[in-house]
Nanobody, 125 residues
Framework: QVQLVESGGGLVQAGGSLRLSCAAS????????MGWFRQAPGKEREFVAA????????RYADSVKGRFTISRDNAKNTVYLQMNSLKPEDTAVYYC??????????????????WGQGTQVTVSS
C-alpha cells in the first residue's frame, strides 16, 4: 500500500512557475514508476509526465514538453513536477500516481495503482 500526498499548487500568472511535490508513505516508493496527471473542469483526467522507478527515463505529454520537468528523490520518497512558462490552459487539479512495474512508463490511468488527492493549479491570464 502506498499513500500519496501532493502539495505546491496555487495561483500563478501566465508565464510563471510552480513546483509540485508528491510525498509517498512506505518503504517501497523506489519500486514504483511515478506519474503526474491533471484534470480540468469538464474534462477527462489526462497524462502529464512520468518517471521510472530509478529515475533514468521520463516521458511527457506533448502539451507540456519543454516546459515541465519530472524528477524524483527516492531517499525522500518524493516526486516533483517543475512547471515553467505556465499557461492558462494548464489550469487543473494535478494528481500524482504510483504504478508498477517500476521499469514501465504508462500514460494511461489504468497503469497506476495508487493516487493522491490532488492539488489545484490555477494560471491566470
Amino acid at each position: 500500500q502506498v499513500q500519496l500526498v501532493e502539495s505546491g499548487g496555487g495561483l500563478v500568472q501566465a508565464g510563471g512557475s510552480l513546483r509540485l511535490s508528491c510525498a509517498a508513505s512506505g518503504r517501497t516508493f523506489s519500486r514504483y514508476a511515478m506519474g503526474w496527471f491533471r484534470q480540468a473542469p469538464g474534462k477527462e483526467r489526462e497524462f502529464v509526465a512520468a518517471i521510472i522507478s530509478g529515475g533514468g527515463r521520463t516521458r511527457y505529454a506533448d502539451s507540456v514538453k519543454g516546459r515541465f520537468t519530472i524528477s524524483r528523490d527516492n531517499a525522500k520518497n518524493t516526486v516533483y513536477l517543475q512547471m515553467n512558462s505556465l499557461k492558462p490552459e494548464d489550469t487543473a487539479v494535478y494528481y500524482c500516481a504510483a504504478g508498477s512495474p517500476g521499469f514501465l512508463i504508462g500514460t494511461a490511468r489504468a497503469s497506476y495503482d495508487y493516487w493522491g488527492q490532488g492539488t489545484q493549479v490555477t494560471v491566470s491570464s
